[in-house]
């Protein structure tokens, strides 16, 4: 299994994703409306119309990873206006504060 500090990429999807997609829907929104591997060293964070779950897709080597938080009260500052599919963030220190404090989007 790969570290966080492995991830060579991180990906925010820009429009709001079904939020009852598992591993196989996300990988194959990945795939065919991102135009992107899946199975790259990189990490996926999706989020849902009303911004209150996020969920992130990993590919360690091995297998898929699935995070998945769903807020009891808020949203996610998610207000993001942009006509590419994703945005790719640097720097990739930035995938330890998404994954270790999610609440950080509180």
């Given amino acids: 299994m790969t570290g966080l500090d492995d991830i060579s990429k991180l990906y925010l999807v820009t429009e709001p994703v079904d939020s009852r ?14 135009n992107t591997d899946p199975f790259q060293n990189a ?18 080597g091995t297998g898929f990873w699935l995070l998945h938080k769903q807020l009891s009260k808020g949203t996610f500052k998610w207000r993001m206006s942009s006509p590419d ?3 790719q963030i640097y720097p990739l220190s930035s995938v330890k504060v998404i994954v270790s404090q999610v609440s950080f989007f509180v």
């Fill in 21 to 34: 997609k598992g591993i196989d829907g996300l990988g194959t929104y990945v795939q065919s409306i991102l």
């Fill in 43 to 60: 990490m996926f964070v999706f989020t849902n119309k009303r911004h209150n779950k996020l969920k992130l897709l990993h590919y360690d």
């Fill in 85 to 87: 599919p994703f945005l």
